[in-house]
């Protein structure tokens, strides 16, 4: 009797799958983007109570949590097929530069620690592994990737401010000609040289600065530059 009251109408029959699982959760905020996702929309969106919701996660944290692992993970990831440590290093840089610059949230929660090192283990030690095969140690191949991922959100993260200041009406650096323009004294001498400078030059991009980092890396190791340029030209890096 038992078995056939929990089997009756508005009761999931034993052996039915659940309607939600973490992957499904995860699926879901990845559709609906980091950006202002909460647990009300992600509910509305599975079309379950948001008390379901925390039968597969704790809170808040935990969804963004779920849902930033998932984004990583959904992008393709560059493949060792044997480049030169250097178009390796830049490849991974672009990786890092425009998965975080398509996902500014993503990369809040990356800063705040919510990827989660279990999640890009494989990653690193596939990272690590190409460079050590060429070389480096594992500290220095450690070294270096961490000096190009740097270098790589530092440049997504200044296209976010300025993309964020376009879409409000005005870029940093019109910003910036308003502060200069209306500071005491007009006293910001290298700051408004800079601004009028940067229309005639433009800002470095990414793969500059990436490349910059990879002349010093070169020095660093004693490589000589011009075979590493050489590999980046030839992988049009």
């Known amino acids: 009797m038992a078995h056939t009251a ?16 973490r992957q499904l959760i995860a699926e879901a905020a990845h559709e609906l983007g980091l950006d202002g996702l909460t647990l009300r929309a992600v509910a509305a969106h599975l079309d379950v109570s948001i008390a379901a919701l925390y039968g597969h996660v704790s809170g808040k944290d935990d969804l963004m949590r779920l849902a930033a692992e998932h984004s990583a993970a959904s992008v393709p990831i560059p493949q060792d097929t044997g ?9 991974w840089a672009a990786y890092n530069h425009d998965i975080f610059l398509a996902r500014p949230a993503l990369l809040a929660q990356y800063l705040e620690g919510a ?12 990272i690590l592994g190409a460079m050590v095969r060429q070389g480096f140690t594992v500290v220095d191949a450690n070294a ?4 190009v991922t740097a270098v ?3 440049s997504a993260v200044m296209a976010t401010r300025e993309r964020a200041a376009i879409e409000s009406g005005a870029s940093l650096r019109a910003a910036h000609q308003a502060v200069v323009a209306d500071h005491p004294g007009h006293d ?8 009028e400078a940067i229309p005639l ?10 490349t910059t980092a990879l002349r010093g890396i070169a020095a660093e190791h004693g490589i000589e ?13």
């Open 6 to 21: 929990r089997s009756s109408v508005g009761v999931r029959p034993v052996g039915r799958p659940p309607r939600i699982s």
């Open 83 to 91: 480049q030169h440590w250097a178009v390796w290093l830049q490849e």
């Open 115 to 126: 990827i989660p090192m279990e999640t890009i283990a494989a990653n690193v030690d596939r």
């Open 144 to 147: 270096a990737y961490e000096e």
């Open 152 to 154: 790589a959100l530092g």
């Open 188 to 195: 910001l001498p290298y700051l408004e040289a800079l601004l």
């Open 201 to 210: 030059v433009g800002r470095r991009t990414r793969r500059d600065r990436v």
């Open 225 to 237: 530059w011009s075979s590493v340029e050489a590999e980046l030209v030839r992988a049009q890096l």
